[in-house]
C-alpha cells in the first residue's frame, strides 16, 4: 500500500507523470472546466474537499516552480488568497526553491487552463479560488 500522503489514485497518476512546466489548475466548485482537459472531480459537498487542503496535499507530492493566480482571487477573497500564498512560501522553505508567482485576470485564467494536463475540481465555494501549478523539477 502506498506509504505518502496522497492515495487518490487519479492524483497520483496525474504527479508521477508530469514533465517540467506541465500544468494542473486546482479549482473551486464553480470554474468551468474545458470539455478536452481531464476532470478529477472531488468535489463532495460545499467545502469538501477545501481548496486550502487540496493544495496543501499537492504541494507535499509535487514540486512546483510557479503558479497562475486569477487577480480578482485577492480582491474578493483576500483571506483565501493569504491561505494560498502562506501555503506557497511555506513550500519554499520547505524545498528551498523559490516559487514564481503570476497575476491575470480571471478571464485569463479560464483560457489558461485549456493547457492544463488536469483540472482538480474541489468543493470550495469562495469565489476565484483557483490556481494552476507549473511542474518544477526536484533537482
Given at each position: 500500500?502506498?506509504?505518502?500522503?496522497?492515495?487518490?489514485?487519479?492524483?497520483?497518476?496525474?504527479?508521477?507523470?508530469?514533465?517540467?512546466?506541465?500544468?494542473?489548475?486546482?479549482?473551486?466548485?464553480?470554474?468551468?472546466?474545458?470539455?478536452?482537459?481531464r476532470r478529477i472531480d472531488l468535489a463532495l459537498t460545499h467545502g469538501v474537499p477545501s481548496f486550502a487542503q487540496t493544495v496543501k496535499t499537492m504541494?507535499?507530492?509535487?514540486?512546483?516552480?510557479?503558479?497562475?493566480?486569477?487577480?480578482?482571487?485577492?480582491?474578493?477573497?483576500?483571506?483565501?488568497?493569504?491561505?494560498?500564498?502562506?501555503?506557497?512560501?511555506?513550500?519554499?522553505?520547505?524545498?528551498?526553491k523559490t516559487i514564481a508567482i503570476n497575476y491575470v485576470s480571471h478571464e485569463e485564467f479560464k483560457q489558461r487552463t485549456n493547457e492544463s494536463r488536469a483540472v482538480i475540481r474541489t468543493g470550495e465555494c469562495t469565489p476565484y479560488a483557483n490556481v494552476i501549478f507549473q511542474a518544477g523539477v526536484t533537482f
Amino acid at each position: 500500500m502506498k506509504k505518502s500522503t496522497l492515495i487518490n489514485s487519479d492524483l497520483s497518476y496525474l504527479v508521477a507523470t508530469l514533465g517540467h512546466t506541465d500544468e494542473i489548475t486546482i479549482c473551486d466548485a464553480g470554474l468551468p472546466i474545458p470539455d478536452h482537459v481531464r476532470r478529477i472531480d472531488l468535489a463532495l459537498t460545499h467545502g469538501v474537499p477545501s481548496f486550502a487542503q487540496t493544495v496543501k496535499t499537492m504541494l507535499d507530492e509535487s514540486q512546483i516552480e510557479g503558479v497562475v493566480i486569477a487577480e480578482e482571487f485577492a480582491q474578493v477573497s483576500p483571506e483565501h488568497h493569504a491561505v494560498l500564498i502562506d501555503q506557497l512560501k511555506t513550500e519554499e522553505a520547505r524545498c528551498g526553491k523559490t516559487i514564481a508567482i503570476n497575476y491575470v485576470s480571471h478571464e485569463e485564467f479560464k483560457q489558461r487552463t485549456n493547457e492544463s494536463r488536469a483540472v482538480i475540481r474541489t468543493g470550495e465555494c469562495t469565489p476565484y479560488a483557483n490556481v494552476i501549478f507549473q511542474a518544477g523539477v526536484t533537482f
